[in-house]
């Protein structure tokens, strides 16, 4: 059974970090990319980042570069996002989900281009 499971979410305040992390299960992270994406109340899923199933090839946001870092463990089973200097507008429930194969990079950020989805954690952040 593929599952994926976010969690690491909170308050926190403007300027602050978090670590959020996806535990996958049920299938060979060896063979699928990951992506990060969030939503806010009101607006559409949004892309946040990916990595790659061999784990060197990462892809970000505008809106996150430079602030966010994605990355999975040696184990292979889990997926971070480390966030740093958060912003109000960071404030969101954040999803992981496994992308399907053979998606080209310029479809990344589409959610329709993942098949797996987690429950998705709040972060929130104050000004």
């Known amino acids: 059974q593929v599952q994926v499971v976010e969690s690491g979410g909170g308050l926190v305040q403007h300027g602050g970090s978090l670590t959020l992390s996806c535990v996958t299960s049920g299938f060979t992270l060896d063979y699928h990319t990951i992506g990060w994406f969030r939503q806010a109340p009101g607006k559409e899923r949004e892309f946040v980042a990916t990595i790659s199933w061999y784990g060197s090839n990462t892809v970000y946001a505008d809106s996150v570069k430079g602030r966010f870092t994605i990355s999975r463990d040696s184990a292979k089973t889990t997926v971070y996002l480390s966030m740093n200097n958060l912003k109000p507008e960071d404030t969101a429930v954040y999803y992981c989900?496994?992308?399907?194969?053979?998606?080209?990079?310029?479809?990344?950020?589409?959610?329709?281009?993942?098949?797996?989805w987690g429950q998705g954690t709040q972060v929130t952040v104050s000004s």
């Open positions: 989900a496994r992308q399907l194969m053979g998606t080209i990079r310029s479809s990344y950020y589409d959610p329709q281009r993942y098949d797996y």
